[in-house]
């Protein structure tokens, strides 16, 4: 399991350390996409299908909401080899869509990793933190 938060620098050539935590768990090849809320996820090859199936509700038709969702992951999606300092470069379009500065936080998400811009990660976090309370409620009366 991916869990904790790390925070990260991004070099002037575009490379950061995956924390060694979740290297050891992603592998050696992993896939990095654009994912929700202007973040970017990052999963080890062998846990990709599971996470896009987790998506789309394993539906057989490939309809519209489908589509979408592919469109906008796996079209951004990269194949990336850590190197042997467990360091990846972030592509340009990666970069500009996620608004990564200089350091940049991952966050152990179960089965992914997201790569978040500073301080949009530490407001959301204050959010999340604020209603983390009705949350629980709503998930434990089963609304959504």
Not at 6 to 32: A, D, E, H, N
Not at 95 to 101: C, P, R, V
Request: with cysteine; proline share 2%; charged share 25%.
């Amino acid at each position: 399991m991916l869990v904790g938060t790390y925070l990260v620098s991004v070099t002037s050539g575009k490379r950061t350390s995956i924390p060694s935590v979740f290297r050891q768990k992603l592998g050696q090849t992993i896939i990095l996409a654009k994912w929700y809320e202007n973040c970017l996820v990052l999963t080890g090859t062998d846990s990709w299908n599971a996470l896009l199936e987790r998506i789309t509700g394993r539906q057989k038709l490939i309809i519209e909401p489908i589509r979408q969702t592919e469109y906008f992951i796996f079209a951004s999606a990269y194949e990336v080899e850590v190197d042997d300092q467990g360091r990846i470069v972030l592509p340009d379009r990666l970069i500009s869509y996620a608004s990564l500065g200089d350091q940049v936080y991952f966050l152990g998400i179960g089965d992914r990793v997201e790569i978040w811009n500073k301080e949009l990660w530490e407001k959301k976090e204050a959010e999340v933190a604020r209603d983390a309370a009705s949350y629980i409620e709503r998930l434990a009366k089963n609304e959504k």
